[in-house]
């Protein structure tokens, strides 16, 4: 076995090279099409360098981990695992090649702990790698990122003539539109983003193998989305709402896994009891899902009824699934913290975060030790400390220059450390936000520029609560025209550099809010630490300048504040009832028509809605 090591080593370096250069488009000048020149390098590699993983599994490492060896030959992120397992026209030998399934190809990709969750036009490249950006190269194999969610059916279908696919184009990246012989942003292992798993919804099992099929080459599997809980997804019928067809869902997993040569994962709900929710589990898992994610919400629990996930759904799953399944947690993740938490809770394999990571594109990353990156990790008196939100979103904007632009981010003056001796003069400088330019911006096609807005009102929440100019300029920002972000930019930058020199000529003062910190003790106190989301927000809580999670009201409280209103059928049901039963009007009750028993007949569905009540957490 040490000979066949010996070998695979030296001849996989040299293989790898060659790969690399072919992978960057340096190919011969030839008559070949811009597809054949893609598939040259892989297809005739992939046999060799699979047979490689399969040797070295044998003798104990593992392709795609850190591991003495594998790392050398595999690279940190399974690269060669994905081209494998690619697509190929004229090279029988990988046709033949095992496919990984379970825990092995969980741990062929590094056996990843951290996982960014699939967010509608939420989680493209460019967060994606901002996201990553964070995490200490020791820790960088095990962050997993999902795509954004994509439509199988739309994805998959060509038009006659170019562009053959407007939407395809627009949301998967993969390749460059002049160029497809060279990789360009999502899936490409050159630039960092893997390991990557691309998320579609469907609910015909035909259309989502053929978008599958088109995204294989890029990505590491690709996942079923059983979770959505949208009106768009009852309408379309797919996400959580085929929950009801478990044959329908069957089929659709089972023809990836008997199709595609990379594996096929699945994220769910839980159901109305843990056992019905271990039945849908189990044929999701028999109809070939490699890895299970479980959401720990049920389908009614959005919006203002999102309260508390259920950690202990996910925990019985653990214990009544076989030891060997693969299971990531998603739901309650606020803080870093949080996520070992939730694995100690519930047995979990990895942690997915969505909303948590939307407001903190860090929360996977370990906090650092004092005294590193002082420039961007504020710590105060207290000992809290967080990512500034100016050292945020510097870090996003170099990133859409560098990788989506495609050229160098403007130069930049040192971020502001108060006690430093820094200049302070470029303070008085005014900021001007440039003016929109052509009718058509460059957001136009791509989702790394479409995307820009929502994010910054996500990671800036708390920052424009207090700076409206900042909320205006976000609001009037055209999508994808850098230069106006860059202004606002500049905005932010001056007044967290206003903040923090304030916060320190007055001891700390400047961030005490006594009132507001005894009224959220007093909701504590009133209504229970499980019943309010003021436990969270005291613990969470951070100046504007850091970044920090948005903790939504727990359900109760959404309705004492009117932001859940009884529909026409709960009006009609109790109005139904009453008649029945002869019931008058409570005397003193400021409702009409029967709201008030609608209310109370709302809140006690919602306490049913979890069993989980001993989390403080209300969010993510």
């Known amino acids: 076995m040490g000979f066949f090591f010996c070998f695979f080593v030296f001849f996989g370096g040299v293989a790898d090279l060659r790969l690399q250069r072919k992978l960057k488009g340096r190919f011969a000048t030839t008559t070949t099409t811009t597809t054949e020149k893609v598939n040259l390098g892989r297809e005739k590699i992939v046999a060799f360098f699979t047979l490689g993983r399969r040797l070295l599994h044998a003798a104990g490492g593992r392709g795609g981990t850190s591991q003495a060896g594998s790392s050398f030959f595999f690279g940190s992120r399974g690269l060669y695992s994905t081209m494998a397992t690619a697509p190929t026209t004229d090279a029988p030998a990988a046709a033949t090649v095992k496919k990984l399934h379970g825990r092995e190809f969980y741990e062929s990709i590094g056996s990843p702990k951290y996982i960014l969750a699939p967010m509608v036009d939420q989680s493209e490249f460019a967060w994606r790698m901002l996201s990553r950006s964070f995490m200490p190269p020791e820790l960088q194999s095990k962050l997993l990122a999902y795509t954004p969610m994509f439509h199988a059916r739309l994805f998959s279908q060509d038009a006659p003539k170019p562009p053959y696919n407007k939407y395809r184009d627009s949301h998967f990246q993969c390749v460059l539109p002049k160029d497809p012989a060279t990789l360009w942003l999502d899936g490409n292992p050159l630039v960092g983003d893997r390991p990557l798993f691309v998320q579609f919804c469907a609910n015909d099992p035909q259309h989502l193998l053929a978008a599958a099929l088109k995204v294989a080459p890029y990505c590491d599997a690709v996942d079923l989305n059983l979770g959505c809980p949208q009106g768009i997804a009852k309408k379309g019928h797919y996400g959580s709402f085929l929950q009801e067809d478990q044959e329908l ?99 979990a394999d990895g942690v997915m975060s969505a909303e948590g990571n939307l407001s903190n594109p860090a929360i996977f990353a370990p906090e650092p030790q004092p005294g590193a990156f002082e420039d961007e990790f504020w710590r105060g008196r207290d000992g809290k400390g967080g990512w500034r939100v100016d050292a945020v979103f510097r870090r996003y904007l170099d990133i859409l220059h560098k990788y989506v632009k495609g050229g160098e981010p403007p130069a930049r003056r040192p971020l502001f450390v108060p006690g430093k001796g820094m200049d302070t003069e470029w303070m008085k400088e005014e900021i001007v936000i440039p003016p929109k330019k052509g009718s058509k911006s460059e957001a136009f096609g791509n989702p790394n520029y479409g995307a820009l807005q929502a994010h910054m009102f996500h990671l800036l929440r708390h920052f424009v609560s207090k700076h409206h100019d900042v909320r205006d300029a976000l609001a009037r920002a055209r999508l994808g025209e850098l230069e106006q972000f860059e202004g606002i930019y500049k905005m932010v930058e001056k007044k967290v550099a206003e903040g923090l020199i304030e916060y320190e000529e007055t001891d700390g003062k400047s961030m005490e809010d006594p009132a507001e910190e005894e009224r959220l003790k007093k909701l504590v106190e009133e209504m229970g630490p499980a019943e309010t989301s003021a436990t969270a927000i005291l613990r969470c809580k951070r100046p504007w300048w850091c970044v920090q999670p948005i903790i939504r009201p727990l359900p109760k409280e959404a309705m004492a504040r009117g932001a859940i209103q009884p529909g026409k059928k709960d009006k009609k049901r109790v109005a139904e009832e ?28 919602l306490e049913k809605q979890t069993e989980f009540q001993t989390s403080e957490l209300v969010s993510g």
């Open 249 to 347: 869902i069957y089929r659709l997993i089972n023809t990836l896994h008997e199709n595609l040569p990379i594996p096929v994962t699945a994220k769910i709900r839980i159901l109305e009891t843990k056992e019905k929710t271990l039945e849908y589990a189990k044929n999701v898992l028999s109809a070939g899902a490699s890895i299970l994610t479980v959401h720990g919400r049920r389908r009614e629990q959005k919006s203002h009824l999102t309260g508390v996930a259920d950690w202990e759904y996910i925990r019985y799953l653990r214990d009544n699934l076989p030891a060997e399944t693969v299971i990531f947690a998603n739901g309650n993740v606020l803080e870093h913290g949080d996520i070992e938490e939730c694995i100690a809770a519930t047995g």
């Open 578 to 605: 009453e008649a029945k039963g002869g019931e008058k009007r409570v005397k003193g009750d400021e409702t009409n028509g029967g709201d008030a028993k609608v209310v109370e007949a709302v809140k006690e569905e």
